[in-house]
């Protein structure tokens, strides 16, 4: 099975930026489709954005202009560059690999998922 594991997360003051990793092994080539999705406390799972195999990206409206996602399959990295954060941006990320459909919406689509990493805004 495919194994994930985030990075990056941190303490970011609002307005400014992340980068976000995932480093994904036990799959070979490119995954067919890989997101990120995030959980803020009290609230329930969201997406944020995806990426397919041919490098076509989704984002949520909450996201859409602020950050990018992107994929270095070289390396088996996907990224998620994080600007213009706010504090509705707190949460753990969570990188989300799936084996057919993309969505930056439904995490039904995802078979693997990672442990996540905490991205904390402040203001």
């Known amino acids: 099975q495919v194994q994930l594991v985030e990075s990056g997360g941190g303490s970011v003051e609002a307005g400014g930026s992340l980068r976000l990793s995932c480093a994904a092994s036990?799959?070979?080539?490119?995954?067919?489709?890989m997101a990120w999705f995030r959980q803020a406390p009290g609230k329930e799972r969201e997406g944020v954005a995806s990426i397919d195999s041919d490098g076509n990206d989704i984002y949520t409206d909450a996201v859409l202009g602020r950050f990018t996602i992107s994929k270095d399959v070289a390396k088996n990295t996907l990224h998620l560059q994080m600007n213009a954060v706010k504090s509705e941006d707190t949460a753990i990320y969570y990188c989300?690999?799936?084996?057919?459909?993309?969505?930056?919406?439904?995490?039904?689509?995802?078979?693997?998922w990672g442990r996540g990493t905490q991205v904390t805004v402040s203001s």
């Open positions: 036990g799959y070979t080539g490119s995954l067919p489709c």
């Open positions: 989300a690999a799936g084996t057919r459909f993309c969505s930056a919406i439904y995490d039904s689509y995802y078979s693997y």
